[in-house]
């Protein structure tokens, strides 16, 4: 029976995840604390991957009850810790020393910073998807293709790719559970170029996006609707949650549950 196996955080978009146990869903249908914190430029341009290769050599954490951030480069040679009201313009110049251009730090405790704003909902892939995708490359970790895919929700005892019933034709989203929380399945989730760069040195890996396409064609399983990939360069299911489920808690280890005509095998 597939079941929740992980729950997976990034407080600041595009930096370092925190795995939790159980996560609350907040008022857009977001994961409390996941992207609520987002680096943007003079202009108001997001400070993340796809523009800017440093990313991949900061390290970040938060600690949501004192209000701490944590900042260091993966060197170990720049390690600082401020608090995020009280001292937000020593973190915001550390920021943009590092960055070498003027950045702010934004937050948005009530939705985040999502990639599909009109989708909010937390992204959730296989874990048996992860396994299949790195064996298509040699010396792709599994942790490492997690870490460049970045979902939130991770599905334990399931079929590679079973994640793909989740969601339907164009404007029929797919209805499920994962314990109390009710979903609409909307999307295969369509990536960028951040998953082709390993996560530590920024470095690509070479025909990442090529193999990836062709593979994902190769092995689309039967229950996939094949009109949602008008390319296959897609991996996870972006979801939107209603008010209603708004405080709601989802937890490690709740069950999975498809609504009736949602296709089984």
């Known amino acids: 029976m597939p079941y ?11 930096l370092d995840p925190i795995r939790v146990s159980q996560a609350r869903i907040v ?5 409390e604390h996941d992207r609520e914190l987002a680096i943007v430029d003079a202009e108001g341009r997001l400070v993340n991957g796809k523009r800017n290769l440093l990313i991949h ?9 004192e209000g701490v951030v944590y900042l260091d480069t993966r060197q170990g040679d720049r390690a600082a810790q401020f ?3 009280r001292e937000r313009d020593a973190l915001e110049a550390w920021l943009s020393d590092y960055f070498s251009q003027p950045v702010t730090l934004r ?7 999502p990639d599909d704003p009109k989708n909010p909902g937390p992204t959730i892939i296989g874990r048996s998807s992860i396994e299949q995708v790195a064996s298509w490359y040699d010396g792709v970790t599994y942790d490492e293709t997690k870490k460049r895919f970045r979902a939130n929700l991770e599905i334990g005892d399931a079929e590679p790719f079973w994640e793909d019933r989740l969601f339907g034709p164009v404007d029929e989203n797919m209805t499920f559970s994962i314990g109390d929380v009710q979903f609409e399945g909307t999307n295969p989730c369509q990536r960028c170029i951040v998953p082709t760069r390993d996560t530590k040195t920024g470095a690509s890996t070479d025909q990442f996006a090529e193999i990836f396409r062709a593979r994902r064609e190769e092995s689309l399983p039967e229950w996939a609707t094949r009109e949602r990939f008008n390319h296959f360069y897609r991996l996870s299911v972006n979801t939107r949650l209603a008010p209603t489920e ?20």
């Open 107 to 113: 937050r948005n405790a009530e939705g985040g910073f």
């Open 83 to 85: 608090h995020l009201d």
């Open 4 to 14: 929740l196996a992980g729950i997976v955080l990034y407080p600041i978009k595009a």
């Open 27 to 31: 008022g857009s249908g977001a994961l």
């Open 246 to 265: 708004l405080g709601k808690m989802l937890r490690v280890g709740d069950e999975v549950r498809l609504s009736v005509g949602t296709p089984e095998e």
């Open 57 to 65: 050599n900061l390290c970040t954490g938060v600690n949501w009850d």
